[in-house]
Structure formats: C-alpha cells, structure tokens
T-cell receptor
Framework: GIQVEQSPPDLILQEGANSTLRCNFSDSVNNLQWFHQNPWGQLINLFY???GTKQNGRLSATTVATERYSLLYISSSQTTDSGVYFC????????????FGKGITLSVRP | EAGVVQSPRYKIIEKKQPVAFWCNPI?????LYWYLQNLGQGPELLIR????????DSQLPKDRFSAERLKGVDSTLKIQPAELGDSAVYLCASSRGPNQETQYFGPGTRLLVL
C-alpha cells in the first residue's frame, strides 16, 4: 500500500509564529486530505487537495503531485491550532482507500 | 447541515463482553466508513460501504467484528467478544461517493476494555 510520512513528528510554537508541515507519499494519489484532530478527538477537514494550492484564512496547502508531497502552512498560529495534524491519501486500484500518516503534534504556547 | 453522528461517545466494558457502536452519516452520503484509531496513530480503515453493500472489508477481523448498514443509511459495528487489545477509538466517516471525495468524520467512540 501507499506509505505516508509526515514531518516533523512534533512541533512547538509560540503564539503568532508561522509553521510548515510536510507530507510525503510513495505513489500517485487521487485524493489527499489534511485534517486537524482537536484535543477532544474530533477530526476536522482542513483541505481536500490532491493537487494545486488552496487557502482558507490563516491556513494554506500546496500539493505537488508529480513530486509526491504536500505542505500545510499555518500563519500567525493561535493556541486553538494545537492538536494533531494528519495527512491522508488515496490512490487507485489496491490503494483505493484513505491511508493516514502518523500525524504531527502541534503545541502552540501563549 | 448536521455532521456524522456517533454513539455512544464512551464505552467501558469487561473483556469477553459484546459491544456495539452506531453511526448516522451525513444526509445524502452514500459511502460510509468505519475506522479504528489506536493511541498515537492515524485512523485505519476497517470497512467501507457503498449504500448497503460492504465493498471493502479486508481489514475487518471477521472472527469477532461484524458490521451492517441496513437500508443504506445508519450503520452498526459490533465486537463480540471484546478483547483488551480492542481498546481504541472507533471512527465513522461518510462521503457523497467512493473515491476522490472528501470524507467527513464523526466524533468517534472511545472504547476501553478492562
């Protein structure tokens, strides 16, 4: 199956700082999603982005499908951004299911 | 629009007991998924339904796990008997259709087997 690697595994930021979270994947994908899992365990959709660039407020994401990576940018971080960020990808054929990385744990300190 | 609803939110049982989880997907979503999330890991797919049909259950431990989606809407995931290693969060998700569609997740059921 597809391998998904996220880096860094842990990230500590001071409130107001910017950050970049990376997701590498091992095969071509038809679907790529970024999620934020809050401290209560709820997985929240951030982006559906199999290719290209999208922005939503302080968050933006870029996927370069030909090079098999995606980046999530968080600007002016807030304490409410804390939690675990997951990248999940879906390929085709035998890889046609959403495969998650291990996540990046972000802590934003006031 | 209401999100994916799951119940119960928490469940504590003793090993060898049965347990069931319920999921109501977003209205109009034909595809429903059950995932298992262990501590410190990402969710892993257990089973995927297209309407009433289970189209991918290759990761479902069929000796003790079962699932159903009667009438193609709500779904139930059952474990019988539960083992200590089943302690995890069970997540339900739905999407409009299969493949290349955004999946929306419920809040999950946190299971503790003693």
């Amino acid at each position: 199956g597809i391998q998904v690697e996220q880096s860094p595994p842990d990230l500590i930021l001071q409130e107001g700082a910017n950050s970049t979270l990376r997701c590498n994947f091992s095969d071509s994908v038809n679907n790529l999603q970024w999620f934020h899992q809050n401290p209560w365990g709820q997985l929240i959709n951030l982006f559906y982005i199999p290719s290209g660039t999208k922005q939503n407020g302080r968050l933006s994401a870029t996927t370069v499908a030909t090079e098999r990576y995606s980046l999530l940018y968080i600007s002016s971080s807030q304490t409410t951004d804390s939690g675990v960020y997951f990248c999940a990808v879906e390929g085709s054929g035998a890889n046609s299911k959403l495969t998650f990385g291990k996540g990046i744990t972000l802590s934003v300190r006031p | 629009e209401a999100g994916v609803v799951q119940s119960p939110r928490y469940k504590i049982i003793e090993k060898k007991q049965p347990v069931a989880f319920w999921c109501n997907p977003i209205s109009g979503h034909n595809t429903l998924y059950w995932y298992l999330q262990n501590l410190g890991q990402g969710p892993e797919l257990l089973i995927r339904y297209e309407n009433e049909e289970a189209v991918d259950d290759s990761q479902l431990p069929k000796d003790r796990f079962s699932a159903e989606r009667l009438k193609g809407v709500d779904s139930t995931l059952k474990i019988q008997p539960a083992e200590l290693g089943d302690s995890a969060v069970y997540l339900c998700a739905s999407s409009r259709g299969p493949n290349q569609e955004t999946q929306y997740f419920g809040p999950g059921t946190r299971l503790l087997v003693l």
